[in-house]
């Protein structure tokens, strides 16, 4: 009798069903601001490579609003099982300061996973704006205080920082004008709304070359293979801007408390989709760095933003409005 219990025992466990492997259906990633910006850019194009890599649909879902912190709560409020990922920036970590009440604590809502890309700023105006460089952008923002407006994608959003930046570093004053993503702004900048706007390039590109908008700056220290004819924030004379840089860069989460497993096959699969020539060049060609990283080193990221941007917002005392 035992043994004819021992030996439907090991029948059972030979014809019961192994667990399932992650993954083994659809992943989303949140893009916590509108279609057409930065985020949701890196997003899609992140996605695409991942279903190749993963063997699974990676759906992209745009939930804008509150400069990100909507989206961004969906996914600290999802279950830690690697099927709800999001894409966000450095603003990450501005945000909350600026709102103050944030429905999450970013230092311990979501898992680090990886670094995907940097991209650097870039002002923009139409062909036919009658501002004609930075400097005289500076000049106007100097003499008349708040008479231009300025288009960014959201308060605390790394847009909306970098014309912060701008303004601490020369004394010139604007308008700002947020939106709930950059793809908005630059449709009323197109349209005549708003005179000017601060955007990623990589987000601004496509309306540049399609002569839709035209480039007065960059805040890269280089100029940029694909603007050859646009000089950088720091060739403008301007004064207090002889060192300025600025960058956006973008990572990869998850919900706090992702499974070590689950964790370390999104950050190989991430090295995978971050090392693939044809994710370089369409990073490349919209004016970004790839880089991937280990989860631990963009959680150092995050910590060396929150010690140098945050201080910033707290002297200018940025505000929702």
Not at 32 to 47: E, K, L, S
Not at 193 to 218: E, F
Not at 251 to 280: E, F, R, S, T
Not at 282 to 311: C, G, N, W, Y
Request: net charge neutral.
């Amino acid at each position: 009798m035992r043994l004819v219990i021992t030996v439907l025992g090991l029948l059972l466990a030979i014809a019961s069903p192994a667990a399932a492997e992650y993954p083994d259906r659809p992943i989303r990633i949140i893009a916590p601001y509108a279609p057409g910006g930065n985020i949701d850019v890196t997003a899609r194009i992140v996605a695409d490579k991942l279903r190749e890599v993963l063997g699974v649909t990676v759906i992209v879902e745009n939930k804008a609003g509150a400069s990100g912190m909507i989206g961004s709560e969906v996914v600290a409020r999802a279950a830690p099982d690697g099927y709800t990922l999001m894409v966000s920036a450095n603003s990450l970590v501005s945000v909350p300061v600026i709102y103050g009440n944030a429905p999450y604590d970013w230092h311990t809502a979501f898992t680090p996973i990886s670094h995907i890309q940097a991209v650097p700023a870039v002002l923009v105006v139409t062909p036919a704006s009658p501002i004609k460089d930075l400097a005289e952008f500076i000049k106007i923002g100097r003499d008349t205080p708040g008479k231009l407006s300025v288009a960014d994608s959201g308060v605390g959003t790394t847009n909306h920082l970098c014309i912060e930046l701008l303004s601490e570093a020369t004394g010139a004053k604007y308008t700002l004008v947020h939106y709930k993503g950059s793809g908005a702004g630059v449709a009323d900048v197109i349209a005549g709304q708003v005179p000017v706007q601060l955007d990623q390039i990589n987000s601004a590109l496509g309306y540049i070359k399609g002569g839709k908008l035209r480039a007065l700056g960059v805040s890269s220290a280089k100029r940029l293979p694909e603007l050859p004819d646009v000089p950088t924030m720091q060739e403008s004379g301007v004064k207090g801007l002889e060192d300025f840089t600025f960058f956006t860069w973008t990572g990869l989460y998850g919900p706090a408390k992702l499974p070590p497993d689950v964790l370390a096959k999104l950050n190989a699969a991430m090295i995978k989709v971050l090392a693939d020539p044809a994710v370089i060049k369409r990073f490349a060609d919209l004016t970004a760095e790839t880089r991937s990283s280990t989860p631990q080193e963009l959680s150092a990221m995050l910590a060396k933003e929150e010690a140098t941007i945050v201080p910033l917002i707290k002297k200018l005392g940025i505000k929702p409005e």
